[in-house]
Nanobody
Framework: QVQLVESGGGLVQAGGSLRLSCTAS????????MGWFRQAPGKEREFVAA????????YYADSVKGRFTISRHNAKNTVYLQMNSLKPEDTGVYYC????????????????WGQGTQVIVSS
């Protein structure tokens, strides 16, 4: 099972920016697609963004379109989530995940998960 390590969370004021990173231990058929999910206190985990290793096609939740950008660095096995114009409702624990299915947005299709990194956006 691929190992995922996230970094880059923190505390930021509304309107600010953060960049999250997720490095995978390897690239195999099990992680054709890399995604970011988040979970706020008392809420279910929700999809944020995803990207295919092979073609770089990105997928975004409507709530983050135009503000967040997902990208990948193939040689480093690393996926990034650039978050701009952050809002208090973006607060939560952000998880990196890997799926064997390209274009995945359903948490159930992601078999490997990182430990999560906390993002807090103050108003």
């Amino acid at each position: 099972q691929v190992q995922l390590v996230e970094s880059g969370g923190g505390l930021v004021q509304a309107g600010g920016s953060l960049r999250l990173s997720c490095t995978a231990s390897e690239r195999t058929f099990s992680n054709n697609c890399m995604g970011w999910f988040r979970q706020a206190p008392g809420k279910e985990r929700e999809f944020v963004a995803a990207i295919n290793w092979s073609d770089g096609n990105p997928y975004y939740a409507d709530s983050v379109k135009g503000r967040f950008t997902i990208s990948r660095h193939n040689a480093k096995n690393t996926v990034y989530l650039q978050m701009n114009s952050l809002k208090p409702e973006d607060t939560g624990v952000y998880y990196c995940a890997a799926s064997p299915f390209r274009g995945g947005t359903n948490p159930g299709s992601f078999g490997s998960w990182g430990q999560g990194t906390q993002v807090i956006v103050s108003s």
